[in-house]
């Protein structure tokens, strides 16, 4: 079976950075998965001392 990956980088928010919308996250991983996205990973950068600049999530589907 051959895959097909996709790597969305989503930025946090705040002077800091590290407040992040649930909400965008919930819409984005609804409509990729109806479009047979299926999430395998997801992780946060470090921005320094804790705080979190961009959250990366990655998806696959069969070709």
């Known amino acids: 079976m051959k895959w097909e990956y996709k790597t969305i980088k989503l930025a946090t928010k705040g002077f ?3 407040k992040f919308d649930e909400t965008k996250l919930d819409k984005l991983l609804n409509e990729l998965g109806s479009q047979g996205w299926e999430l395998v990973s997801a992780f946060d ?3 320094g001392y804790g705080e979190t ?3 990366v ?3 696959k589907r069969a070709q």
């Open 16 to 18: 800091t950075g590290g």
């Open 57 to 59: 999530v990655i998806f």
């Open 53 to 55: 600049r961009d959250v």
């Open 45 to 47: 950068t470090n921005q």
